[in-house]
């Protein structure tokens, strides 16, 4: 039932873009994204409700596709901060039910 | 802008001791989570409340329990303590109100059993 994520780990030099999926067998109300570098915090990215929406701010965007149970975090020219765990997070229901199942994770490293 | 925050950050017990995490969550948001983080794992569901009622259960030990006071912050219990239960424990909160806001975490304990 945990969300699966691929890859599980990639490099890139700094400046190129990456796709990191998360996919869920469960019918999904929202999806989150979280970064979360080394023994601190998972750091909040953006949320995606069903619908099909697309999401963005600076150079980190985010799709869901209610469908398919599937979203995608594109990262385009990549900075050096990037580098950490990317978590996709499902959950299958709103309010106070509702609880964060986070996915496997995918462990991005950005050089030089 | 205030944060959750979390006490102690670091803590050492043996096998057997107790230990209790605490947790304040960000003023107004209405929801606490607790989440174990075991190394190179992924964050595990715990528990959590809502306006201080438990609201779900993850795979929380029977060793373990928690609670919310009348102030919502929160507290972790965990007794007879193993090895296996050395992990970064987390505390988040979230206004359940916000469906476009992510749950914000604290910096975490870092439990280590010896």
């Known amino acids: 039932q945990q969300p699966v994520q691929s890859p599980q780990a990639v490099i890139l030099r700094e400046g190129e873009d990456a796709v990191i999926n998360c996919s869920s067998s469960?019918?999904?109300?929202?999806v989150h994204w979280y970064r979360q570098k080394h023994g601190e915090a998972p750091v909040f990215l953006m949320i995606?409700?069903?619908?099909?929406e697309q999401k963005g701010h600076d150079k980190i965007s985010a799709s869901f596709n209610e469908k398919k149970q599937q979203s995608s975090l594109y990262l385009t020219a990549s900075q050096l901060s990037y580098s950490g765990t990317y978590f996709c997070?499902?959950?299958?229901?709103?309010?106070?039910?509702?609880?964060?199942?986070f996915g496997t994770g995918t462990r991005l490293q950005v050089t030089l | 802008a205030a944060g959750v925050i979390q006490s102690p950050r670091h803590l050492i017990k043996e096998k057997r001791e107790t230990a209790t995490l605490k947790c304040y969550p960000i003023?107004?948001?209405?929801?606490v989570y607790w989440y174990q983080q075991g190394p190179g794992q992924d964050p595990q569901f715990l528990i959590s409340?809502?306006?201080?009622?438990?609201?779900d259960k993850g795979s929380i030990p029977d060793r373990f329990s928690a609670q919310q006071f009348s102030d919502y912050h929160s507290e972790l219990n965990m007794s007879s303590l193993e090895l296996g239960d050395s992990a970064l424990y987390f505390c988040?909160?979230?206004?359940?109100?916000?469906?476009?806001?992510?749950?914000?975490f604290g910096s975490g304990t870092r439990l280590t059993v010896v």
């Open positions: 988040a909160s979230r206004s359940t109100g916000g469906d476009l806001y992510g749950y914000t």
């Open positions: 469960k019918a999904l109300y929202s």
């Open positions: 995606l409700l069903k619908g099909g």
């Open positions: 997070g499902t959950e299958r229901e709103t309010g106070t039910a509702s609880k964060l199942t």
């Open positions: 003023p107004r948001h209405d929801t």
């Open positions: 409340f809502y306006e201080k009622m438990q609201s």
